[in-house]
């Protein structure tokens, strides 16, 4: 039996396998995939078992997973494919009879106008009827994703968004790697849903000032109307699409859908996660 961890070429799925290994599991247990093994020669340089598996190839996914294997199912970033690709690994698992499906879903993915949330719903739709067992983590918003900003910060002055005085309860990747590699070794927590965020929830002056320490000199946040955030996003060459699901997600972080505090995440990982100011310093 073994832990099969998918995406490991990116950063979520490589973060996983080191915390498996961190937190005890056997080497000769984990085995890290992607679609293309190339981009993860460091896992093979380092003893680890390496197998190809592509979302959109199914003999692939079939060859990877065997019976009484926990599969971690990163989800995938192609939006628009993500239910088919997943719903590839998901029959996959089946047909080798393994023994759960651990799957990164999204905040409340099964009640929620989150913007990203319907290929999660169906996806875990698709788990839940498959009868394989599983644990669902729904991982809130990556400290990451705002490592952009500083350097917007330390350029201009000035951070913007349109997301009013919404908060985000982000945590860093690393915990949410290790929440998966809690889970996976965690029998007990089959057959749950964990709502994972970070401990607190931060507002975008909060963000400016955290990133002003960082940088050394002073940033604030210019809040902007939607039009003017969707007006600003065209002017730096966006296209339509992109431009419209930024502005829907930070109306849906103005909407309060991103800052729900559960403590699922610290009660799993054993710690506090990682503090805003210490997420983003370590992603410069
Ligand atoms: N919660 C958040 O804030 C947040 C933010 C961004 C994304 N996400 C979601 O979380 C996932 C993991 O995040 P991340 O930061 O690790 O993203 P990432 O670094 O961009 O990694 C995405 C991974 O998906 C893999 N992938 C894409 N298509 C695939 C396919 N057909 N078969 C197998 N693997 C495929 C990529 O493989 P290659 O290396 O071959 O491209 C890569 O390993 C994302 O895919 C996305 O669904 C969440």
Do not use: C
Not at 40 to 58: C, V, W
Request: aromatic content about 6%.
């Amino acid at each position: 039996m073994s832990y099969i961890v998918t995406a490991s070429s990116g950063h979520l799925g490589g973060l996983i396998v080191d915390a498996l290994l961190a937190r005890g599991a056997a080497p000769d247990s984990v085995v890290a995939t992607a679609r293309d093994t190339a981009k993860i020669q460091a896992f093979a340089d380092r003893g680890i078992t390496t197998a190809t598996l592509d979302y959109s190839k199914p003999e692939t996914i079939a060859s990877a997973i065997g019976a009484g294997d926990t599969v971690i199912l990163v989800s995938s970033d192609a939006v628009g494919q993500r239910l088919e690709q997943h719903s590839a690994v998901v029959d996959a698992a089946k047909a080798a009879g393994a023994a759960r499906i651990i799957y990164t879903s999204a905040p409340k993915a099964d009640d929620t106008a989150l913007i990203l949330a319907p290929d999660h719903k169906a996806t875990e739709e698709y788990i839940a009827a498959s009868g394989v067992p599983f644990t669902f983590l729904r991982n809130g918003w990556y400290t990451e994703n705002y490592a952009g900003e500083v350097a917007k910060g330390r350029d201009s002055g000035e951070i913007t968004a349109s997301v009013g005085e919404g908060r985000v309860a982000s945590a860093s990747r690393k915990d949410y790697a290790e929440a998966a590699a809690a889970a996976a070794l965690d029998e007990s927590t089959t057959g749950k849903t964990y709502e994972l965020s970070g401990d607190s929830a931060w507002n975008w002056n909060e963000l400016a000032e955290t990133i002003s320490g960082i940088v050394g000199t002073p940033v604030v946040y210019r809040a902007l109307t939607p039009e003017e955030h969707a007006a600003q996003l065209a002017s730096f060459g966006l296209d339509e699409g992109t431009v419209g699901f930024v502005v829907a997600l930070d109306g849906n972080i103005r909407d309060g859908l991103l800052e729900a505090t559960s403590g699922d995440l610290t009660a799993l990982i054993g710690r506090p996660t990682t503090p805003l100011a210490e997420g983003l310093a370590a992603a410069q």
